[in-house]
């Protein structure tokens, strides 16, 4: 029996940064990160995964509130991936595979690094984003105090105590 002919139908492939290529239909909605045939792990992001997958609820909330998206959306991690793939152009792919209801999600982002890198590199762009906010406040203090803080916040370790909290060796993970 033929297959029905779907607009981005079931031979559509990401090209990896390393060269090599993967089925969008290989990547389930659990997956985190990617066994490469070119012996790498690479972070999978898509759409459908909550922004406190990187960061608590709590600061999701306030990034919500104090960033206007051009979309008028929450911020999300559709916007955070458009931050991370900004700033890595080369090692961040794409698709956009909303064509496509057999696979469950809108958009994949695979980088060349692991999930953990990932993770380490969305907190580092959203410290810098926040810092930008409050150094556009007219409150003096409120940036030195900002900036005190981020002198004691190391990015590595909270990551460590994020993802233990998270249990990411689960697919079944909850918001913290």
């Known amino acids: 029996m033929t297959e029905p002919r779907v607009p981005g139908g079931r031979t559509r492939t990401l090209s990896l940064p390393c060269g090599e290529t993967v089925g969008v239909h290989d990547l389930d909605m659990g997956m985190r990160e990617y066994a490469c045939a070119c012996g790498d792990r690479h972070a999978v992001v898509m759409d459908m995964h909550p922004l406190s997958r990187f960061v608590p609820e709590d600061l999701v909330s306030v990034l919500d509130e104090a960033i206007d998206t051009t979309t008028g959306e929450p911020f999300g991690t559709t916007h955070a991936m458009g931050i991370v793939l900004e700033e890595f152009p080369e090692q961040v792919v794409s698709a956009d595979v909303s064509e496509d209801g057999s696979v469950g999600y809108t958009i994949v982002w695979m980088t060349a690094f692991d999930s953990r890198r990932l993770h380490e590199v969305v907190v580092e762009l959203l ?17 030195t105090a900002f900036e005190r803080q981020m002198l ?23 918001p913290v």
């Open 127 to 143: 410290v810098e984003l926040m810092e930008h906010a409050v150094s556009h406040a007219s409150d003096d203090d409120a940036m």
């Open 152 to 174: 004691e916040f190391d990015v590595s370790e909270f990551v460590d105590q994020y993802r233990a909290q998270r249990e990411f060796e689960s697919e079944h993970d909850r």
